[in-house]
């Protein structure tokens, strides 16, 4: 994953430092970064955003149509927005969070705010299992899905353990079907096939 953080002189590859979530919010306000710049804050580093592709962005549209449509009033979809938590401000494919369309005119979303995250990986695959699996457990998200373009399944993280990553993982193939989860009742099932290209 490519950093914004100049390397150390040296023959150590060690960042120059690290950014608080302060820092980074500082550096939008003061035009340091803007909407042209792909980047999210990841424990500390300002990171470059993979690129979309059509079947990333078409899969997008297919969890918004699935899961939309079954989020019960209290709550609202977010689609690729940002969430703050402690050192990091990622920015999630899909999330699910507490509130309505005023709810966030002056703050992002907090981990007690959120009832999932979703990321469609291809590229990103390998990242989103390590960096974004264990910055989500870390902030307590409850559960997590990565819908895995590689290799047509939904992962689904659950029982966070603080900086260890998720509990639980189980890997969903489209004959399967995936619950809808919100404060730990089961809301629907969904056919894992409608969320896959």
């Given at each position: 994953?490519?950093?914004?953080?100049?390397?150390?002189?040296?023959?150590?590859?060690?960042?120059?430092?690290?950014f608080t979530v302060d820092d980074y919010h500082r550096m939008i306000e003061t035009g340091?970064?803007?909407?042209?710049?792909?980047?999210?804050l990841l424990e500390g580093k300002v990171v470059?955003?993979?690129?979309?592709d059509p079947p990333h962005d078409g899969t997008l549209d297919?969890?918004?149509?699935?899961?939309?449509?079954?989020?019960?009033?209290?709550?609202m979809s977010r689609i690729q927005q940002a969430v703050t938590l402690s050192h990091s401000e990622p920015e999630p494919d899909f999330a699910v969070?507490?509130?309505?369309?005023?709810?966030?005119?002056?703050?992002?979303?907090?981990?007690?705010?959120?009832?999932?995250?979703?990321?469609v990986s291809d590229s990103s695959l390998d990242?989103?299992?390590d960096d974004k699996c264990r910055i989500y457990a870390d902030a307590g998200i409850p559960i997590y899905w990565i819908v895995n373009l590689v290799d047509l399944q939904v992962e689904v993280y659950t029982n966070?353990?603080?900086?260890?990553?998720?509990?639980?993982?189980?890997?969903?193939?489209?004959?399967m079907s995936i619950p809808f989860i919100?404060?730990?009742?089961?809301?629907?099932?969904?056919?894992?096939?409608?969320l896959l290209p």
């Open positions: 994953m490519s950093t914004l953080i100049a390397p150390a002189s040296g023959s150590g590859r060690q960042p120059l430092r690290r340091i970064l803007d909407e042209r710049d792909r980047v999210e470059l955003k993979m690129p979309r297919l969890l918004r149509d699935a899961l939309t449509r079954l989020i019960p009033s209290g709550w969070v507490r509130g309505n369309k005023r709810s966030y005119l002056h703050r992002h979303p907090g981990p007690a705010d959120i009832g999932l995250v979703v990321e990242s989103d299992r966070p353990v603080t900086a260890s990553g998720y509990a639980k993982r189980q890997d969903l193939d489209p004959t919100l404060d730990g009742v089961i809301l629907a099932t969904l056919p894992v096939a409608d």
